[in-house]
C-alpha cells in the first residue's frame, strides 16, 4: 500500500478517535437522525411513561425539553434504566434532557411607568435571537422573533399578526419583516406555517394571518413588498386549498376543503395527524376514553380545534356545553373563510402587481365566490348575525361568537348585516371590560367570561369599517381600562381578561392563565397609540 494512503488512513484514524469519545452535545445533534420527529414518534414508550406519569404538572414541558443525547442512546439507557429497583422517571428524565428555558423569569415590572412604556420595554424579552440548530423540537428559524411569553416560548402563528399591529404602532418595520420572513421560510421549507415552530405542530396550521401581515408590509413599505411575498403566498394558499380540484358530491370534504350543496367551495379546520396532541397527550387520552367514537375521530376534532386558535369553544361543541361532543370538522367556520378571501385578495393584487394578469383575474373571481358562498351559508336572516355552518346537519351552530365579526373586519357585509351585528354585538356581547368570546359559559378559555385582544380589536376594526364609531370607542375604551387595571395591580399583560367581572381573573383551559404577553401588547399599545377616530 502507498506511503501517502497509509498516512491518509492514520490521520482518519486519530480524527475519528478523537471525535467519538468526546462528541459533544452540539455535535451530537448534528448526527440526530430523529430530530424532525414529534417527541411521541420519537421517543415512543418513555415519551408515554412521562407524560402519563406527570413528570410535570404542564404537559408541554417535556415536548420542549431539549435531549442532551442522541435518541436511540437515551432509549438504550431507559429500556436499562426503566428495570431496576430504585429507578426514578423525573431523575432519569433531568439526567438526560435539558428543561425548557424561562426566558422572562427574572423580569420585574415597574409599575409606576405607564402601560405604553411597560410594553416598550418587553419587546426585547420577548425577542429570540435566530435559533440555532436545535436537537430539540424546536424548528429554527432565520430571523428574531417575538414569542407571546409565559409557557409560550416559541413562535405562534395567528398571534404573531397582533404583536405585530403592536410593532406597527412602535415603528419596528425591521421586525415585522424579520418575522414575515420567518414565515416565509417556514412556507418554503414545510409547504405551510405550522401552529408554532415546534416539531409537533407539523400536523396544522392556525388561522391563516400571513396575507394580513403582508398588508402591513405593504403599509409601511409599499405595493413593492407584494412581489417579494408572492411566491409565498401563492404556497400559502395551496395549503389550504389542496384537495379542492377532487371534491365531488359524492366525496365532498377533503382535508381543509369542502364542496357544498351548491358546488360551492369553502374551507374548514384539520389536523394532518389523528393522534393524541404530543403536548397535551394525557389530556386527549383521558378524554377519549369517555367517548364512544372512533379516537381518531375526536383526536383529529380536538386538533382542529388547535388549528382554529379557539381551543376550546362552544363553537365546536354539538351540545355547546362539552368537549367530549367536539366535532370541528363538520364545520365551515365563519372566521376562517373571511381570512381565506382576504388571502385570495391579496394574492389577485400581488399577480397584479408581477404583471400576471390571468392569474390576478382568476384570484378576483375566486375571492367573489368565496364572498357569495359565505354569505349564503353564513348570513344568519334570523338573528341578524355571521355563523359558523354545520355541513353536515345543514344548518347554522347556533352558537354566537365574535367570529361573526370577521366578515365585518374584511368588509364583506352589507350595511345592513353591520347595523344588525353591531345591535346585538352592543347588547349581548359587549360588558363592563369589553366583549366577550361567546355567550356561553362552560369553562373553557375562548367562551364566557373571557375577552382576548385579537377579538377585542377585530371587533372595533370591524365595526369602524361601518361607521359604528361609539360601540367601537365603548369596546376600546372598556379594554384599555381593564388592561391598566390589571397592570397597575399585578405588573403583567395577561393572556385573556374576565370581561363580565372585572374584579376576578380570566379562566379556564388547559393550562394558568400566562402573562407577557405578546398579542395583549400589540393590540393595547396599537389602541393606545392611534389617532382619535
Excluded at 452535545?25 to 424532525?36: G, V
Excluded at 357544498?260 to 369553502?266: H, T
Aim: proline share 5%.
Amino acid at each position: 500500500m502507498p506511503i501517502r494512503t497509509l498516512l491518509f488512513l492514520f490521520v482518519l484514524f486519530v480524527f475519528s478517535c478523537k471525535q467519538d469519545p468526546a462528541i459533544t452535545a452540539s455535535n451530537k445533534a448534528i448526527a440526530e437522525t430523529k430530530a424532525d420527529l414529534s417527541p411521541d414518534e420519537r421517543y415512543g414508550e418513555l415519551f408515554e411513561a412521562v407524560q402519563l406519569g406527570e413528570v410535570f404538572p404542564d404537559s408541554k414541558t417535556f415536548v420542549d425539553c431539549t435531549p442532551k443525547f442522541v435518541t436511540d442512546e437515551i432509549l438504550k439507557k431507559y429500556k436499562v434504566a426503566k428495570s431496576t429497583p430504585d429507578f426514578d422517571l423525573k431523575s432519569f428524565v433531568t439526567d438526560n434532557f435539558e428543561l425548557p428555558h424561562q426566558y422572562a423569569t427574572n423580569f420585574v415590572a415597574d409599575t409606576s411607568k405607564s402601560a405604553e412604556e411597560h410594553i416598550n420595554s418587553l419587546w426585547e424579552v420577548l425577542t429570540r435571537k435566530p435559533d440555532q440548530s436545535s436537537n430539540g423540537t424546536l424548528l429554527s428559524l432565520p430571523n428574531p422573533y417575538i414569542v407571546p411569553g409565559g409557557r409560550f416560548g416559541e413562535i405562534y402563528y395567528w398571534d404573531s399578526y397582533f404583536t405585530i399591529l403592536g410593532l406597527q404602532a412602535a415603528g419596528k418595520t425591521e421586525m415585522i419583516e424579520n418575522m414575515a420572513d420567518n414565515f416565509s421560510f417556514l412556507i418554503e421549507n414545510y409547504g405551510f406555517i405550522p401552529n408554532g415552530n415546534r416539531t409537533y405542530f407539523l400536523g396544522r396550521s392556525q388561522p391563516p394571518f400571513y396575507s394580513l401581515i403582508v398588508k402591513v408590509l405593504e403599509e409601511e413599505k409599499g405595493a413593492d413588498v407584494l412581489k417579494k411575498y408572492l411566491p409565498f403566498l401563492e404556497k400559502e394558499y395551496a395549503f389550504w386549498m389542496k384537495g379542492a380540484e377532487a371534491l365531488s358530491s359524492e366525496q365532498n370534504a377533503i382535508s381543509r376543503v369542502v364542496r357544498l350543496e351548491d358546488g360551492s367551495i369553502l374551507n374548514r379546520y384539520w389536523d394532518d395527524k389523528p393522534e393524541a396532541r404530543p403536548e397535551s397527550y394525557k389530556e386527549d387520552v383521558l378524554l377519549v376514553k369517555n367517548i364512544e367514537r372512533p379516537e381518531a375521530d375526536v383526536y383529529r376534532d380536538i386538533r382542529a380545534a388547535c388549528e382554529s386558535g379557539w381551543d376550546f369553544s362552544s363553537r365546536w361543541f354539538h351540545d355547546g356545553h362539552y368537549l367530549a361532543t367536539v366535532h370541528t370538522t363538520d364545520i365551515i367556520p365563519v372566521d376562517l373563510n373571511a381570512l381565506l378571501y382576504h388571502l385570495e385578495v391579496m394574492l389577485g393584487k400581488a399577480y397584479g402587481q408581477a404583471g400576471k394578469e390571468k392569474e390576478s383575474d382568476q384570484l378576483k373571481e375566486r375571492s367573489s365566490l368565496r364572498k357569495a358562498a359565505l354569505q349564503k351559508y353564513c348570513w344568519d336572516k334570523k338573528q341578524g348575525y355571521f355563523q359558523d355552518y354545520d355541513f353536515i346537519k345543514r344548518d347554522f351552530t347556533g352558537i354566537l361568537s365574535l367570529a361573526g365579526v370577521y366578515p365585518l373586519y374584511m368588509e364583506m357585509a352589507t350595511d345592513a348585516q353591520a347595523n344588525s351585528c353591531a345591535k346585538i354585538i352592543g347588547e349581548q356581547f359587549l360588558k363592563p371590560g369589553g366583549v366577550v368570546s361567546t355567550l356561553n359559559e362552560t369553562g373553557q378559555q375562548w367562551d364566557a367570561p373571557n375577552g382576548w385582544a385579537p377579538l377585542q380589536w377585530m371587533t372595533i376594526k370591524g365595526m369602524r369599517n361601518y361607521e359604528q364609531d361609539a360601540l367601537a370607542n365603548s369596546i376600546k375604551d372598556r379594554w384599555v381600562a381593564l388592561n391598566r387595571k390589571v397592570y397597575k395591580n399585578t405588573g403583567k399583560m395577561v393572556e385573556k381578561y374576565n370581561v363580565q367581572d372585572t374584579t376576578l381573573l380570566a379562566g379556564g383551559g388547559e393550562y394558568p392563565v400566562q402573562d407577557g404577553f405578546g398579542w395583549t401588547n400589540g393590540i393595547l399599545l396599537k389602541l393606545l397609540l392611534e389617532k382619535k377616530e
